[in-house]
């Protein structure tokens, strides 16, 4: 039996067109792309899939924790869906505009109060502003040991065997429990939500707390508790200029591809 | 209170050499310190590494915190922790660069959160601001759909570089410079991780990051027989494979073969995009090549915004009249 805590969040569609993405210069704010619904975080996705592979051979219990606000209940739902059992939402303005130290933070401290637990699973960077940073702060601020980028992970002995994605291969590394593990995609393809999962999860009730509830000082979170500034947020230019290349057939074109980079001296 | 004062860079060590990335760094991290008229320290850790000390004064650096115990010869984040705080005690610095490699991207936002301060991952630029004279730190966000400046209020300010964002100076041999032991003075009791095993992925033939062209192809290639094409063309052009995510979370190709974001950079003069669609992840890893080169079926694919040349229709169709155009081009 395994008690497990996985950390979400909502995010904008990361896989929307990128014509669609905009943003707002002057508040150094990216704009919600109209029509297209935010979504889970992919790579929470992948902490709630870890999380049930740990389930399915050991048993036990999964919590999502999601920070944010103004999530849709249809979208942070989304690991009841999946086959978790409990969620928590910090959805409180006061927690919101944060930066890495002050979600970490205000994480950390929900965690706290939920006591027990053998896994803290986070997605290795959210898809929004790709810090990479929330899990090792929640367990550096709880003292855990940590292990990120995890593709792969065994319960044995009461403790976590873990392989760890690395630039050139992988390492196989264990983990005393309690720790906190940050996972990456090669995990495995998050699994779709059940007809059953999205029943259960309709009449599941989050639980949500304030900051009053799980004793954060107001000035560490949100806004309040950022320790970097954004001083600018900008599109990179794109030149954009593509010369399409044609032919009388798909073969023709192919072969002209090649005389036009040859005559530009691309090859 | 001690002043926070200088850069330190964190050099990473594999076969016994110091890696691109370390000699990127220092080349950045030299030209950060001119700027502010502060020296530029580096730090080595492992066991056997205290040779490279020379070398690394050899492309840029003032002065060199070499550590060495048996206990950290492969990298794990613990004493690696414990280390990195002691050094940064000894030495004060008001920026401390890692490499956003596997090692950076798990060192740095531990350490900045065990140090009381903060960390930007992957970031493409470093420059001082002339009036604050603090770190602006620019790294994309948003998959790469944006770019973002961050200004860290807490010293020192920690930041992971990415691969290929800076370059190395030309070594200078009789360059000089202070070399400073450490003791590492661990506790294993302290160590809550044991690696029981690395296994490295074997790649046949030229690393996809040295690589000047790259041929790579998206989910539409549909499979590894598909690839087998790709690898031909690569062949030919002396040259190596990559991949958007899909074919890798597919087994198609190794997943070190991912060009991306949470996979490979690489910067080579040409990059021949096959079936990609041009996601914003994906380009954020390719998109300071030389020339991109896109064949896609769907002509509104957002890779032809950032192709040079392209060519619309099916790639089974236009990819074995391409090579083979090429190969009589080549020979002639
Ligand atoms: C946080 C995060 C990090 C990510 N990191 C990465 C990363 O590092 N690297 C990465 O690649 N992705 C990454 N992704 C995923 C990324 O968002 C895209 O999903 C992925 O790059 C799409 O790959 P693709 O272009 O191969 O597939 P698709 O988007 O499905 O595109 C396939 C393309 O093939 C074309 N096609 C199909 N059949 C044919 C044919 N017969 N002939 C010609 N063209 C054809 C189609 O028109 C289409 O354009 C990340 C996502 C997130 C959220």
Redesign the pocket.
Known sequence: MANVIVCVKQVID??APPASFKIDAAANKVVPPTGISPVL???AEYAVEAALKIKDTVGGKITAVSLGTGQLRDVVKKPLSMGADELVLLEDEAFAGGDSWSTAYALAMAIKKLGEYDLILCGR???DW?AGQVGSGIAEILELPSVTLVKKIEIIDGKARVERATDNGYEVIEVSLPALLSIS?EIGEPRYPTIKGIMAAKKKEPISWAPGDIGVEPSQIGVAGRRTKLTKLFQPVREGKCEIIEGESPEDAGANLAKRLREAKIL | MAEYKGILVHCEVAEGKLTSMATELLGGGRKLADDLGEPLSAVLIGSGVAGLAQEVIAFGADKVYVVEDALIKDYQTDPYIMVMEKITKEAMPQVIMLGQTSIGRDLAPRLAFHLSTTANLGCLELAVDTETKRLLQTKPVY?GNALAIFISETDPQIATVRAKAMSPLEPDPARKGEVITVDAGLAPSLIRTTVLEKVPEEVAGIKLEDAEVVVA??????GPEGFQQLEDLAKLLKGAVG?????CDNGWVPTGQ??????KIVTPDLYIA?????????M??CSGSKNIIA????EE?N?FREARYGVV????K?LPAFTEKLKELLAG
């Open positions: 990361p896989e975080d992919p790579y960077e959210a898809s790709n995609h | 998959g192809g998206g989910r539409g290639i549909g991949a958007t995510r899909p074919p991912q060009v991306g974001l949470t996979g096959v079936a990609v669609s041009g996601a914003s992840q994906h954020s890893g064949i896609n079926k769907d694919a890779i229709g099916d790639w089974k236009i």
